[in-house]
């Protein structure tokens, strides 16, 4: 069992920046890969950037089209922590942002229903 609390939402004008952490329980948190996804209002819920599991001395990092080169996605196994580093925002990224945890594979995957464990969320508003 993982539970996971997320933290560092907030409101934001576009351009700014926001660091988002995910905080997660239990020993194993090493063994599971790590995943953001997000949900606007009206929308469905998406794929925002996802970490694998270590895999010999690498973390595969994967990210949306819409993100890629604004978002940055980093674990520190010692804290149990991931965090999403949000950079550049725009208006459209605005959401609730969920954290996950995936342990069917040491790689990460971009589909929601594999995922095992979610936070709460956490709310980010950008504004114009």
């Known amino acids: 069992q993982v539970q996971l609390v997320e933290s560092g939402g907030g409101l934001v004008q576009a351009g700014g920046s926001l660091r988002l952490s995910c905080a997660a329980s239990g020993r194993t948190f090493s063994a599971y890969a790590m995943g953001w996804f997000r949900q606007a209002p009206g929308k469905e819920r998406e794929f925002v950037a996802a970490i694998s599991r270590r895999v010999g001395s690498t973390y595969y990092l994967d990210y949306a089209d819409s993100v890629k080169g604004r978002f940055t996605i980093s674990r520190d196994n010692a804290e149990n922590t991931v965090y999403l580093q949000m950079n550049s925002l725009k208006p459209e990224d605005t959401a609730v942002y969920y954290c996950?945890?995936?342990?069917?594979?040491?790689?990460?995957?971009?589909?929601?229903?594999?995922?095992?464990?979610w936070g709460q969320g956490t709310q980010v508003t950008v504004s114009s």
């Open positions: 996950t945890a995936y342990s069917g594979s040491a790689y990460s995957t971009p589909t929601s229903a594999l995922y095992n464990y």
